[in-house]
Structure formats: C-alpha cells, structure tokens
DNA sequence: TTGAAAGCGCTAACAC
DNA sequence: GTGTTAGCGCTTTCAA
C-alpha cells in the first residue's frame, strides 16, 4: 500500500501541492473553503504528512530534546510531565534521554540530540560533567539550549533554578534553632550548582550562629542509596557524634536515617535529620523527613515555556539568565527535638 | 554558516556523492582506502548526516518509539536503561513518552509516534486502555509493536512479561503459611493482565488451602499513595480485620501500612503485609516490606533485542508469542511472624 | 568498485 | 487566494 501524499490530495481536488500544504497548515492566506476540502479529503485518504519532507525542507523538526541525569525521581517525572504539558499544546513533542550521571553518556546522547535536529534543548547535567563543550555545537547553530536544576554557574545560558542557597541556609537553620550544634552535612559533587549552594547555605547559617566551619563534617557522596547507608556508618564510627544531620537529597538522608535507627540513635533525640526534594520516600520512613519542597512540576513547564516562546519569536531568551522558582521547608519528625 | 553535505565532501575528493553516502556506511562495495579518506574528510569538515533527508529516501528513522504509564517508578527508569542499553549498540534511539495512566494521552502519543514514523513501538498499557485500536495503524504498516508488563490478553502480538499469576500465588501462600487465614487483596484494575493474574494467584492459593474466596476482601484501586492510604483507613473501620494483605503493587502497601501502623495496629503481627515490585521504597518502610522482584531491566533490554532483531531481519518476532521472565518471593520483617 | 540520474514529499520564493 | 518552479540532502536503481 502506498503512502498518500500531498499530490494525491490535490489532483482529487484538481489543484495545486502548494495549496494543499497551506490547506494542512494554518496559513494565512487561505480560503476557507477549500481548507475544508483539504481537510475533509486528507481524512479520507488517510493522509499523514511525512515529517522528514517536512523537516528537510523548513529545517524544524518541532522536537525539543531532554537531557536528564536520571528519570527515575519523583522530581524528574514531574519535570517532564511539566514539560510535555506545555509541549504538546504548541505541536511540539520530546526526544527524552537520560545520561545515568555519566559525562560520556551525557556527551553521546547531546550528540544524538543534534544529528536529529532537535529545534532546542532542554538539559540538567550529569553530577562530574566539567564543561560545556558538547552544548556549543547548538549555540553555534543557534539552537536555543536551556538548563533546569543543574545549571552552569558562569554561564550565560538560561537556567531555571530555585534558590538552593536559601533553602540550605533555611534547613540548617532550623536545625540549629532545634538546638543542634554538631551539624553534619552529607554534600553532592559540588561541581554542581545545586550541592554547592546549598553547602553555602549551610556554612551560612553556621556562620551566622557563630559556629566555626568544620571540614571533617561535610561529607561528599554521590548522594545514593549505598552512599547513605555508608555516611550512617561512617556517624556510627566516629568518636564525636553529630547531634544534627543535612543531607543534600532525601534518599541520601533516608538511608543514613535507617542505618542509624537500626543502631539504636534516636531520631531526633539523638541526631535530627533533614533532606531535601521532599521525594515520596520522605514520608514514609519513620519519623517523617524534614525536607526541602522542590517544584518540578513547575520547573518543567517554565523551561519548556520559555524555549516554546523563544523558537516562535514570542520572547527572546537570551533576555533572560536565571529562573527562579520557589521552594519551602517542610518541617516533620526527623527533626523537631 | 553553511551545512557540509556529502557533495562537499565530494567535491574535496573529486569523486561522486554516491560513493561518499557508501563511504559513511558499511556498504559492501567500497574500497577501504576510499573509505577512510572520506570518513577523515568528513570529520574535518565538520559533517554531521542529515537524518530527515535518509530517512525521506530509506523510509527507515532508526527511532524506536515507547509509551508507558509513567516514568517515576524504578521498574520504569531501569526497564527504559536496559532498552537504550540495548537500542545505542544498534544505532536506535529512542523517543519516549508517559500516557500518565490515561488512554487518550495513550492515543496521542501512539499518534505522535505513528506520524514521525518510528521504526518500531515498545508499550506498556495505560491502567484503563480497552482495545488496541490505536496501535493497528502500525500493525498495517507493518511497523513492529511490542508490549512488555502491561500487555493485551488475547493478542497475537509479541509481549514481555514475568508470570503474575505464579507470583501472586507465591505472596499469597507465604501469607497462608505465616499463618493468615483471613488475607485482604488491594488489586489493581483487572482490565490488566498483570492486576488480573496477580488476583488470579490469590485466589488459586486460597483454594489450596481451603479457603473460600470473599470478594469483599478484594479492593480495587489505582493503587496509588492515597489509595494505599485509603485502603489502611477502610481496613481500621472493618468489623472483622484481615489478618494479611497482599498489595499488588509495594507503593499501596506502604502507604496502607503506614496508616495502619499509626492507628496502633502492628505489623506482621496484628496483619501481615506484602507487596509487589521491589521498589526501594520496600526497603524504607519498617518493617521492610515482603516483595516480589521484578526485572525491569532485564525485561527492558529483551524487548528492545527481540524488535530490533525483527528490524534487522536477523529474526521473526511474529513466531514468538510471550517471553516470560522469572521474578521472585522476596520475603522481609512485614510477613515474617 | 564507482558513478549518473532520478526522486523521496514537502515548502519557500516568487509570480499571477 | 492560488499556482509554478525549484530544491532541501540523501539513497536507490541501473549502468559502466
């Protein structure tokens, strides 16, 4: 069976390709009438329009490409959920892919993403990526890129971000005001924005309790599962406890948590704990997490929007450097003394 | 700046596109010197292949499209890893989208997929999707599609799956064993073969054992947080309480064990509770929760051999019928009396 | 082992 | 508001 095709529709009719192409568009120049036409016998055919004529031709393919550390995160599906909402009322659809917080992969699937021509792209990176080297090629050809979450620091690009300072800040606050002095903070790769400005948050708020900055209570991981069960080993050797614990993820935290409850501390007596992201998984370990809400819903929508908006000339998105979206302490159990 | 195309590099080496196109391939004519001096030319040149441009002429996009309920789940994001593990060796990628439980979002994304010509479909069925009639434009094409998990009943088409019947029937007698004799089953909606086979087990453990089957212990859901909430909350109300839950999946049984938990029942003891998937929220919960395995990437990467084996013709997915993959009674604190 | 010619299906540019 | 023309970049014949 043969494909239908443009010419199929427009001899039925007895009139042009051209005008068939704009009959299955929204030009503006247009009778109404034969657009019904069109329409009504495209239907009938079973016409379906071939895309890579399509792109061949006007050079846009309506695809935005996702890069994403991993998607297997409340935050993620969120995020993309946010994204594809957006992106499926303005025609366009998702080429998504995960980098599984590896460069290599990050780089490779980049690559992939500008063989197929994606119109822009939509990234947040992998927790060693060091440079940007595998995002020029679409700078170059003035494909818009946009970053969510884990965004370049000196960079240029659009980033949408929430404030990872002030909420590191806040949570270690609260921690302090809950009495503890001891406060230990389990980081992510400070390579990216986001472990990092939280770790400033952190020492801020120390700072601003007059508690001297010490090196040997931040611990860096890569913020696993493993790496919590690790981190609360590691508590449990240590000759001087912690009395307080902020973990830079809820998984991180969640599974110190259960390593030490199964040791005999008490949470929050002995050491209280807080995550970040408010992940499911904080309010079903026992005591409830104390976390940082994390919109990624919203995150979603607002990168694709603003990509959408730039690639049809609605907004220039060079304009705009940093999103910033807003999120909250979520006070539980873990961590009210 | 101007795109390379093979002509350019044609013209650097004075011979015809014709053998540049098979220069970039493994075409079986070509002589290897050629070859080398125009891959080298290539990468110096900067050429990147324009794919819609094949693609309009081959008729092939190497995309292979996926549709699944959702992404956040870890059965998902691995079972999606073992299929981009699997389709980046062959040369595939992949374009992925969540129907988010809903069969008109299932419908358009088949559609999305449909229209860009993707050269095969992995799916995994939205909760409430009654008929395949959405995926029969690809079956006329000739456009494989393959189903893994959540799978069509009576269906010639190709279809992944663990045996859901056996396992269910594997919670269930281990719940008979510890001793219940009055075990309530949170079901999934049985228009789905996994919900279906998992109340089938159930059901046929407790005729083993000799107990009839009440339909009022049966409840079904979406089996969603809220639902397992739910559900903890009708069991507290109940006149006679059950003595074991199985879950058909591990969320609900976490979320209706915390609530039961809260309301002073104890678990295993007073109830007994077991879940499905091994999802790392088992391992949260305390107790842990008794689970059943599942090979999400394993599952993954054989749905995208056996499609991409078809593709190549290197073998007839139309002669296989079902794969079976094995899966496991975990079992952990939440049954063990 | 290589090349010439044709055309995949569409749309941009221009003309009327 | 519609039509004509040309060509996007590639691969598939077929021929040499």
Known sequence: MKEVTIYDIAKHLNISA??????LKDHPSINKKTKKKIVDIAKELGYRSNTFASSLRSKRTHTIGIIVPRLNSHFMSA????????????????LISQSLESTKKEIDNAHTMFTNRV????ASLASDTENNAHFEAFVNKNVPVIFFDRVFDNDQSTGIVIDNLKAGYEVTKHLLQQGCKRIMHLAGNTRRNVYEERLKGYKRALKEYHIPFDESLVQTS????????????????????????FAANDICAVFCMLT???????VPQDIAIAGFNNDPISQVVQPNLTTIS??????????????????????DMKTTNKIILSSELIIRGSSLK
Chains 1, 2 share one sequence.
């Open 18 to 23: 051209t005008t068939v192409s704009r009959g």
């Open 294 to 315: 994390y919109p990624g819903y919203e995150m979603g929508k607002a990168a694709a929007s603003c990509l959408i908006d730039h690639l049809s000339g609605r907004s």
């Open 222 to 245: 890569n913020l696993s599962e493993q790496a919590g069960t690790q981190a609360g080993e590691y508590i449990l050797n240590m000759q001087h406890r912690p009395d307080g614990i």
């Open 119 to 122: 119109d822009g792209l939509i």
């Open 79 to 94: 995020a993309i959920a946010g994204m594809e909402n957006v992106a499926n009322e303005e025609g366009y659809h998702l």
């Open 260 to 266: 030490l409850l199964k040791a005999g501390i008490r």
